[in-house]
């Protein structure tokens, strides 16, 4: 039973990671937080499934498209508005602004029914021991992971991905060494966007989303982010499966209706307690080197 | 003149960041009078800005050490929240000026003097519901301090779009409003043009010292007298200052966080090892 | 001031005009209920610059312990009222002491955790709220036991609340606390230089917020009679924030013109157009821009047309 959980927890978990990934590379080049990022999840996956019922393009066609809109508008929405902005504040407003639109604007044109595509993924479950997993499950963990790999990989070895961490280390100086700056921040915001938007149509062949969904969502994403850090990939991956892993313990032996208010409850706990425990292990780092010396 | 005690005393006093020490005082005492009473020197990253900080909250210290204020009652500073250690009575400026970017020199000032007297717990709570006005008794202090440090015509302007040197008069002033008993100062004259130094050796050796005594014997500031600690780079200034107007401040050479020596200015500059840390000779 | 009080009093004419008696005075009970709880996230949106997404659960919060109260208990509207306060009030309290140490960004995202898990206690303790179905059958206001059933009749309680409400904002704007509330926005915690503890600030802001809030939600309860969880979901005090910002952000006329906003928005356009919010977050995000631009550059091509024709003649 505990094993059923953990695994369960662990598909989602990765699709909290790929979100979280998305956040903070957004979050870690623009220092600006992407209130959207959950409406983006499942914007995303609308634009999927009306070019895949309106349109009658093939699922991977459709999906490619999605993702293709929704970069090129949050990158135009980051370059224009975004950096006219001043005040932090100002942008966090700005982005809540646009969660809010992105929302309203689907209640409007998709209903307020939940919807899925058409059956994509191949049907049946496979049996590991004492876990049961669907084939579709597996899909979805095996293709979380290999987009994160390919983001790591983009973000570590490609000319654009060292652009982006350097402006994220110091914005100044990758301005002085003739990075475009402005261009590098609205790319790795609509490059968060994207990576949610991909997520939101991994997931929808699945399970079904609703246009309300984002805010759930959205908040998960930021509490796997901010318990992997908010800064590095690695702590991105661990912070989703934690989530998933202890939304998935919770709706298992506590109650399902109350295990988002615990995934809450989870990430207030975080941040209180993130800068102790910052803390202690760096006493504990330092403590390791000064052993080894 | 009575014999001078000490009103800032650190013992001990350790800063740590990460496994650098960055500080690491034995024993600094800054002296009790009307005026310049210290002046911190030392060579960049020895640690003054630090012990600044550590005096006033911002910067946490190790266990053990120990910071008092002598003004009647001893109060120990270690473990106070920056605006604990301001409600002390003791006001700070930083090398880059911080400020208000939307209020005016007046209100930012205005702002500062609600630690008035009020002594009764109930009247400082029913404080918060009032606000100084520019008539009755903070406006008044608020106008003394602006006509000492000449600012009478950047009075009403926002503090955003004040220059340099204003801002930074603006900022002491910021402080003098809180009413301290002990003002320190960072590098006040760093980046100002000679006259602008010659004004700040009047404005602190003597003028601003008479106007606390004055205001307080008119009640409008609550302490007697205010003591004033600077870091400077300055020579000019701190010639100036030394020789203001009765005050011999003692000056404390810092170095690689550790303190060098407490003397007099003459002593101080004329010190060969003094010369081989600015010069870097060692 | 004067333009907003021109501006609202001319949509109330074309209302009065336009409208019922009975519906104008519900929509204008509506404004006041809704201006009660903007002068609330004023405070601490518009002076503290805290972005805060839970402010509509707890008019929520205020609704339901009002609600609840009167129909389990009886209390009557007297006593419910102040109850439903000090539930908001208390609650802020907590999530202040907890999270008022965080940085901007952590404090915004407790406050939509807050906000998710009061929607979901509303939503699931159906023991104590009524579940999906909310609280039904609540006793209309009643002063000395003059019930004021019809929309005439609880009017003008409403409108004594919101004109308080204002005054209140007002003098407190005026008053050290919320000159020292507003450098707080300003500038964060250089309010240490004046010797107040920033996050004691933010624990009056908070505090102070979510009574108005409290307020505004029992008040709620007992003009409506009825309290269901869906309307006070964190998209609520986006939107809220999003007319406060349209209104203006950090000035007091923001709290009226949102009121107005969120009454048109939510209760007048709401069978009419579709597309109230996404034109609404659209013009809030403009509002923000043109605020960023010292001058549009059509105006200054303008300025230099109008400034050569003088020039030359």
């Known amino acids: ?28 080049t623009t220092k600006v937080i992407n209130f959207a990022h959950g409406e983006l999840f499942v914007f995303g996956a609308f634009i999927g499934l009306t070019l895949q ?12 498209l999605a993702v293709l809109v929704v970069f090129v508008f949050v990158g135009m929405f980051a370059y224009l508005i975004l950096w006219k902005l001043k005040s932090s504040l100002e942008r966090s407003i700005a982005t809540i602004a646009l969660g809010l639109a992105l929302r309203d604007l689907m209640l409007v044109l998709f209903g307020s029914d939940s919807e899925s595509f058409v059956a994509v993924y191949p049907g049946g479950t496979l049996s590991l021991g004492t876990i049961t997993v669907s084939y579709a499950t597996v899909l979805v963990c095996l293709a ?11 973000v570590h070895r490609t000319r654009y991905g060292i652009w982006m961490r350097a402006t994220a280390q110091n914005e100044q100086l990758a301005a002085m060494a003739g990075i475009p700056t402005h261009q590098v921040q609205a790319g790795a915001f609509a490059g968060g966007a994207a990576l949610a938007a991909l997520a939101g149509l991994l997931v929808t062949p699945q399970w079904q989303v609703y246009y309300g969904a984002g805010t759930v969502v959205g908040l998960k994403a930021f509490t796997a982010a901010l318990i992997g850090g908010f800064g590095s990939f690695r702590g991105a991956l661990l912070g989703g499966i934690v989530v998933g892993v202890v939304e998935a313990l919770l709706a298992g032996y506590v109650s399902s209706t109350w295990k988002d208010s615990g995934v809450y409850v989870f990430l207030i706990l975080v941040m209180l307690l993130m800068p102790r425990l910052a803390s202690v292990v760096r006493k504990v780092q330092l403590a390791w080197e000064r052993n080894r010396e | 003149m009575n014999k001078r005690q000490p009103i800032l005393s650190l013992r001990g006093v350790q800063v740590r960041f990460g496994g650098l020490l960055a500080l690491d005082i034995k024993q600094i005492e800054m002296l009790d009078a009307s005026g310049v009473s210290a002046i911190f020197m030392g060579p960049n990253g020895a640690g003054k800005s630090t012990l600044y900080g550590a005096l006033t909250g911002y910067v946490p210290v190790s266990r053990g050490s120990r910071i008092t204020l002598n003004d009647g009652k001893n109060r120990e500073l270690v473990g106070r929240s920056r605006a604990a250690v301001v409600r002390c009575g003791i006001a700070r400026t930083h090398q880059s000026p911080v400020f208000f970017p939307s209020l005016t020199v007046r209100e930012g000032m205005l702002l500062s003097t609600r630690m008035t007297r009020t002594c009764t717990w109930i009247r400082r709570r029913l404080s918060w519901l009032d606000f100084p006005g520019r008539n009755g008794r903070s406006g008044r202090l608020v106008d003394e301090l602006i006509a000492c440090l000449e600012l009478d015509a950047v009075a009403d302007t926002r503090m955003a779009r004040l220059t340099l040197p204003l801002l930074r008069r603006a900022e002491i002033g910021r402080c003098m409003a809180t009413q301290p008993r002990v003002v320190l100062l960072d590098e006040p004259s760093a980046g100002a043009a000679l006259g602008e130094t010659a004004f700040l050796v009047q404005c602190l050796g003597s003028v601003l010292p008479g106007l606390v005594r004055r205001l307080h014997s008119e009640g409008l500031y609550r302490h007697p007298q205010v003591a004033i600690g600077v870091i400077t780079h300055d020579l000019v200034l701190a010639e100036g ?13 810092l170095n690689q966080g550790r303190l060098l020596m407490s003397a007099s200015l003459d002593q101080v500059v004329g010190d060969a090892r003094v010369q081989d840390i600015y010069l870097a000779r060692r | 001031m004067l333009w907003t009080a021109g501006l609202l009093g001319t949509c109330a004419i074309i209302m009065a005009a336009t409208m019922s008696p009975s519906q104008f005075w519900r929509v204008g009970s509506l404004f006041c209920l809704g201006l009660i709880a903007l ?10 610059r805290v972005i805060s997404l839970y402010h509509v659960a707890l008019v929520g919060v205020g609704a339901y ?58 939503r699931g303790a159906t023991g104590l709220t009524g579940g999906a179905n909310g609280l039904v059958g609540i006793p209309p206001l009643s002063i000395a036991g003059l019930v004021l059933f019809s929309p005439q009749d609880y009017f003008p309680v409403c409108a004594a609340f919101a004109v308080g409400a204002l005054c209140v904002a007002w003098a407190l704007q005026r008053s050290f606390l919320g000159k020292a509330l507003r450098a707080a926005g300003d500038a964060g915690v250089l309010v240490e230089t004046l010797g107040i503890d920033s996050i004691d600030l933010r624990l ?73 919010m996404v034109i609404l977050a659209c013009a809030a995000v403009a509002t923000l821009y043109l605020r960023s631009w010292t001058m549009p550059p059509l105006f200054a091509w303008m300025k230099r047309r109008l400034g050569a024709k003088a020039g030359v003649a």
């Open chain 3, 65 to 122: 312990t009002a609600g609840a109260l009167s129909l389990s208990v009886g209390l009557c509207p007297i006593l419910s009222v102040p109850a439903g306060v000090l539930a908001a009030a208390a609650i802020s309290f907590v999530l202040a002491k907890l999270a008022g140490s965080l940085q901007d960004h952590y404090l915004t995202l407790a406050t939509l955790a807050a906000s998710e898990i009061l929607t979901n206690i509303f």
């Open chain 2, 241 to 253: 200052l030394a020789k203001a107007n009765g005050a011999s401040p003692v000056v404390h050479v």
């Open chain 3, 204 to 276: 009056a802001g908070f505090v102070i917020g979510g009574s108005f809030a409290g307020l505004a939600g029992a008040l709620a309860a007992h003009v409506d009679g009825f309290v269901g969880p869906e309307s006070f979901g964190v998209d609520r005090s986006m939107a809220y924030l999003c007319f406060l910002v349209i209104g203006g952000l950090g000035k007091l006329r923001s709290v009226p013109v949102a009121a107005a906003l969120a009454v048109i928005a939510v209760e007048i356009l709401r069978g009419i157009v579709g597309w109230q």
């Open chain 1, 53 to 64: 019922r309106q349109g009658h393009l093939p699922f991977a066609v459709a999906a490619g």
């Open chain 3, 39 to 48: 002068a609330g996230l004023h405070v601490l949106t518009g002076l503290a």
């Open chain 1, 144 to 154: 979380s992971l290999v987009l994160l790999a390919a983001t790591s990989l983009f």
């Open chain 1, 1 to 28: 039973m505990l094993t059923q959980q953990l695994a369960n927890g662990l598909t989602t978990g990765l699709i909290y990671s790929l979100l979280a990934i998305g956040l903070v590379m957004a979050y870690s």
